[in-house]
Structures are given as structure tokens and as C-alpha cells.
């Protein structure tokens, strides 16, 4: 397991997993006075109200941040609901926060969009490589 930190002003609970983090400075960029990845600690809680950095934690792209109110469950805040959409002649996309379970048993988590193979076609299986365009899918 990697590293994983934890801030508190009290009311959140901000979690950093750095493995998780591909730096893609949408923190730092969004509330610069509290997400500092050049000072340590990186994150100031105190430095925004809980409304202001719950939703700049929601901006996350790869699921490194993540929050929970400290009164409730420690459900994170930023899981989002899952839509799925039947892309014609395409991929399978879902839409949300999921976690994918490999035959292998390793699990990996997606966020925003994630395309799968309807066709089996995909060499990276079980996503979407764009092979149903080549093979004519048609469904």
C-alpha cells in the first residue's frame, strides 16, 4: 500500500493517496492557497472554508483526493453515481467513480468515463481500443 495522508480542519477530512496522483496540478491550480505541492505539509486545511475544498477535491481526476465529513459515515464526499450509455456500434461508456475487478483478481479505479469493449475486438480488453470501427461492429 502506498502513502496515504490525512488533513483536517475538523468538519472534513481531506485523503491524499499518492500513488494514486498523477500530478496533474488541478489542486494546486484551483485553490492554491491550501493545496501547495511544493511546501510540507503539501496541504493547508485551514487555509479555506469545508464548502471551498470539498469542491475543489471533487475536481480530482484520478481519485487521489478524496474527502468525507467528519460528523457522517466515512463515505467519501466525491463518489459520484454511475450512468451507463449504449454508444451505437460502439463501446459500452460508463460515466462515474467505479472500481474494476481483473480475472487476476487486481483491481484498478476508473473515474469520469470509461469506455468497454462491446465487439471483442479490443486488445486491452476489457476496454475499448477503437477495433469495432475496423471490424464493422455493428449493435
Not at 74 to 100: D, F, Q, R
Not at 105 to 116: P, V
Request: include cysteine; charged fraction near 25%.
Amino acid at each position: 500500500m502506498g502513502v496515504k495522508r490525512k488533513y483536517t480542519n475538523g468538519e472534513v477530512t481531506v485523503v491524499w493517496e499518492a500513488e494514486k496522483c498523477v500530478h496533474s496540478g488541478i489542486c494546486a491550480k484551483g485553490l492554491p492557497q491550501v493545496f501547495r505541492p511544493s511546501l510540507r505539509p503539501w496541504v493547508r486545511i485551514d487555509a479555506a472554508d469545508t464548502d471551498t475544498i470539498i469542491n475543489q477535491v471533487k475536481q480530482c481526476p484520478s481519485g487521489a483526493l478524496s474527502c468525507y465529513l467528519n460528523n457522517k459515515p466515512k463515505e467519501p464526499i466525491n463518489k459520484v453515481g454511475v450512468k451507463v450509455e449504449v454508444m451505437a456500434n460502439g463501446p459500452l461508456l460508463v460515466h462515474g467513480n467505479l472500481e474494476v475487478t481483473y480475472k487476476d483478481g487486481t483491481k484498478e479505479e476508473k473515474r469520469k468515463i470509461t469506455a468497454f469493449c462491446r465487439c471483442g475486438h479490443s486488445n486491452n480488453k476489457p476496454f475499448c481500443d477503437g477495433s469495432h470501427s475496423r471490424n464493422g461492429f455493428v449493435g
